[in-house]
């Protein structure tokens, strides 16, 4: 937890933001695995919730009365029953107290406070809620059916919380800088363990094991898997087999839930081929040309099609592309190759806000996603970039087996992509490069001291150390 200060000076923030009514920011309750008393564990709380109330207990929930410029944090105090289970713990009054809220109530009281402000016809501030018992909670309170929540969520308050927390500061960062310390712990663990005959499971195993060793958690279900070309390929029971890569992509939460997210992908054997060399130095060549080209005032989404053009161009090259560069990338050819976006906002969520609508985060008035285009349309960042904002920074090449029978059947972007070739890379799977980078006064910066090993002798280095 930071400073009171931090949470009195990010709430008075807020209310200028956001002027008038009732603010209510719901933290999460236990969800429990396949029994109720049986949670998830670690309990991982709501990112808004901590952001301006610091507390990470379960069944809590935050109200800010503009109006009447009262704030209350609301929760039931346990008894002795729960006392005896899991021992003494501070009183809701004593929580709030420690964040600088002055007033404390049992969740009884926020029915009133919700009917009270029904009644009087003032505004009552949401956020969309992505877990079910927050969704029953507001129809109890607000009688929104969860079908309406979405929509009936207070965009005023989303924008000022995009607002806030998409500039990190100083205290923000040296914790993302802490984050990045167990990253590479994560994905050294992963160079070191990897060797032919293991499970993709041991390795995963391994490393979240990392993640939970020193922070709270893995920041967002780890990726460890040969078929890189699947982008959420979860760890099997398959065996790690000689002369294949490994995608790794995974991250870790320091105790105040900030998140490390980096991806790197290495030979299960300690050596690249030729072959994979040459489709892996593309990647590395997109991967450091971010840090030229991000900075303040530059939108992300330029800067993700100036790497499409490296991409593409480079694609040309090897034989499996052809045709005028901007014009394959304008018809979408390139997401053949890169079918996501370069990258996303991160910090207390591995992809920030996103629960509050990605359309918030990464884009604005200026920059609107493009929904229509194959690739295109899983960009999550887009907009005009701001000192202090952190971004990852994440190029892929994928060979897809099934978009490729798709596109060739289908005849999509013919005039740019040679099939035959492309046939021959079936078998290749997909790379990745990932770090999580700061926009600084007048550029950019890798996030983390170590730099995780990625160019290929440094990677090799490592793994047959
Ligand atoms: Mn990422």
């Known amino acids: 937890m930071f400073s009171k200060e931090t949470y009195i000076d990010r709430r008075a923030e807020l209310k200028k933001l956001v002027k008038d009514g009732i603010i209510i920011i719901f933290g999460n309750n236990e969800s429990p695995v396949?029994?109720?008393?049986?949670?998830?564990?670690?309990?991982?709380?709501?990112?808004?919730?901590?952001?301006?109330?610091?507390?990470?207990?379960?069944?809590?929930?935050g109200v800010i009365d503009i109006d009447e410029n009262?704030?209350?944090?609301?929760?039931?105090d346990i008894d002795i029953e729960d006392i005896v289970w899991f021992g003494s713990v501070d009183t809701v009054k004593e929580l709030g107290e420690q964040v600088g809220v002055m007033h404390s109530a049992p969740m009884k009281e926020l029915k009133t406070i919700c009917s009270n402000a029904m009644r009087s016809g003032r505004k009552i501030h949401f956020l969309p809620p992505y877990r079910s018992d927050i969704?029953?909670?507001?129809?109890?309170?607000?009688?929104?059916?969860?079908?309406?929540?979405?929509?009936s969520a207070s965009l005023d308050l989303i924008n000022a919380i995009v607002k806030m927390r998409s500039v990190k500061t100083a205290e923000e960062i040296e914790e993302l800088e802490r984050a990045a310390i167990i990253g590479y712990k994560m994905h050294t663990t992963a160079m070191r363990l990897t060797k032919p005959g293991l499970t993709e499971k041991?390795?995963?195993?391994?490393?979240?094991?990392?993640?939970?060793?020193?922070?709270?958690?893995?920041?967002?279900?780890?990726?460890?898997?040969?078929?890189?070309?699947?982008?959420?390929?979860?760890?099997?029971?398959?065996?790690?087999k000689d002369g294949r890569l490994v995608l790794c992509d995974c991250g870790g939460e320091t105790i105040n839930h900030y998140c490390s997210d980096n991806t790197r992908t290495f030979?299960?054997?300690?050596?690249?081929?030729?072959?994979?060399?040459?489709?892996?130095?593309?990647?590395?060549?997109?991967?450091?040309?971010?840090?030229?080209?991000?900075?303040?005032?530059?939108?992300?989404?330029?800067?993700?099609?100036?790497?499409?053009?490296?991409?593409?161009?480079?694609?040309?090259?090897?034989?499996?592309?052809k045709g005028d560069t901007d014009a394959a990338i304008a018809a979408g050819a390139h997401a053949m190759f890169l079918p996501h976006g370069l990258g996303h906002m991160m910090g207390m969520d591995v992809h920030d806000m996103e629960a509050l609508g990605q359309i918030y985060v990464g884009f604005d008035e200026e920059t609107r996603p493009n929904l229509e285009q194959f690739g295109t349309n899983c960009l999550r960042m887009g907009r005009r970039l701001q000192e202090g904002f952190v971004v990852t920074d994440e190029p892929g090449i994928y060979f897809i087996p099934a978009l490729i029978d798709e596109w060739r059947e289908k005849k999509h972007c013919s005039e740019y992509l040679n099939f035959d070739?492309?046939?021959?890379?079936?078998?290749?799977?997909?790379?990745?490069?990932?770090?999580?980078?700061?926009i600084t006064k007048d550029g950019c910066r890798f996030i983390g001291k170590d730099r995780i090993p990625y160019l290929p002798k440094d990677v090799e280095a490592y793994m047959n150390a």
């Not at 040309?289 to 099609?305: M, Q, R, S, T």
């Open 421 to 438: 070739k492309l046939d021959a890379y079936k078998d290749f799977g997909g790379i990745r490069l990932e770090d999580d980078i700061l």
């Open 135 to 151: 969704k029953i909670q507001i129809f109890d309170l607000i009688g929104i059916h969860p079908n309406q929540q979405k929509e």
């Open 34 to 61: 396949n029994s109720p008393a049986n949670g998830y564990s670690p309990f991982r709380q709501d990112s808004s919730f901590l952001y301006y109330f610091g507390q990470k207990r379960e069944g809590l929930v």
């Open 202 to 240: 041991f390795v995963a195993g391994n490393v979240d094991g990392v993640a939970n060793s020193y922070g709270s958690m893995v920041s967002f279900p780890t990726i460890f898997s040969q078929h890189g070309e699947i982008m959420h390929g979860n760890p099997s029971m398959a065996e790690l």
């Open 267 to 321: 030979p299960v054997n300690g050596k690249y081929t030729q072959r994979q060399l040459d489709i892996y130095n593309v990647v590395v060549e997109a991967h450091d040309a971010v840090l030229e080209l991000a900075k303040p005032g530059i939108k992300y989404a330029d800067v993700h099609f100036a790497i499409c053009r490296i991409i593409f161009n480079r694609m040309k090259e090897l034989g499996l592309a």
């Open 70 to 76: 009262k704030e209350t944090l609301i929760g039931n």
